[in-house]
């Protein structure tokens, strides 16, 4: 079981670009969930996928979009990049109904210059 | 006030003791509680979850919830080296029927020396 898994691993944009990043869920996993870690916190949460629809959303601009493909893989998409955006962005997959047991992919560096 | 509260430390303490780490929470709708250690550089792996109040034990970490007080732990006995990394406690309310999405503590930065 490879777990879930992210690409690329790091990023440097400019500000201003657009950015797209990559998730593959664990085997059995069909809800993907996408989180924004700052240095020294805790990760907060972007948004939910779950049958191919946003199922729920943080406090995140909608700068910040999201897609799930029919294989349960996801895409997080950041336009218009600002230099707060420079963060680890992490993938965390559950199975339906189990959105406790997230369990994350190693994330994607992004640094905005 | 943040909706989860948790000391960032760091915490050092010597290999063999124990470990207790915290946080406390405002939200009485939450229901379910995790704890994810995460290595420096690394995404966070789930430690261990509990659904309401109670203990729960797994190897060396027990994971105990206090909603009455709004208070979570967890201890790690015999604490190791490798058990250095950062805690982070995260917490989950059911929403509509289904869990809502996982709300983090800052995370506990441990260090266990030899």
């Known amino acids: 079981d490879a777990g879930v898994t992210q690409s690329p691993t790091h990023l440097i944009k400019t500000r201003g670009q657009q950015v797209t990043l990559r998730c593959s869920p664990k085997?059995?996993?069909?809800?993907v969930s996408w989180y924004q870690q700052a240095l020294g916190q805790g990760p907060q949460f972007i948004f939910q996928?779950?049958?191919?629809?946003?199922?729920q959303r943080g406090n995140f601009p909608d700068r910040f979009s999201g897609h799930q493909f029919p294989n349960y893989s996801s895409e997080l998409n950041v336009n218009a990049l600002l230099l707060g955006d420079s963060a680890l962005y992490l993938c965390?997959?559950?199975?339906?109904?189990?959105?406790?047991?997230?369990?994350f992919g190693p994330g994607t560096r992004l640094t905005v210059t | 006030q943040k909706e989860v509260e948790q000391d960032p430390g760091p915490l050092s303490v010597p290999e063999g003791a124990i470990v207790s780490l915290n946080c406390t929470y405002s939200?009485?709708?939450?229901?379910?509680f995790m704890w994810y250690r995460q290595y420096s550089r690394k995404g966070p792996e789930l430690l261990m979850y509990?659904?309401?109040?109670g203990n729960k034990e797994d190897g060396r970490f027990t994971a105990q919830v206090d909603k009455s007080s709004k208070y979570i732990s967890l201890f790690i006995r015999d604490s190791q080296p490798s058990d250095s990394a950062t805690y982070l406690c995260?917490?989950?309310?059911?929403?509509?029927?289904?869990?809502?999405?996982?709300?983090f503590g800052k995370g506990t930065k441990l260090s266990v020396k030899p």
């Open positions: 939200n009485s709708a939450f229901q379910y």
């Open positions: 509990t659904y309401s109040s």
């Open positions: 996928y779950y049958e191919e629809e946003e199922r």
């Open positions: 965390a997959s559950s199975p339906s109904g189990y959105s406790y047991e997230q369990y």
């Open positions: 085997s059995g996993h069909d809800t």
């Open positions: 995260a917490m989950s309310a059911i929403l509509g029927g289904s869990q809502g999405n996982l709300i």
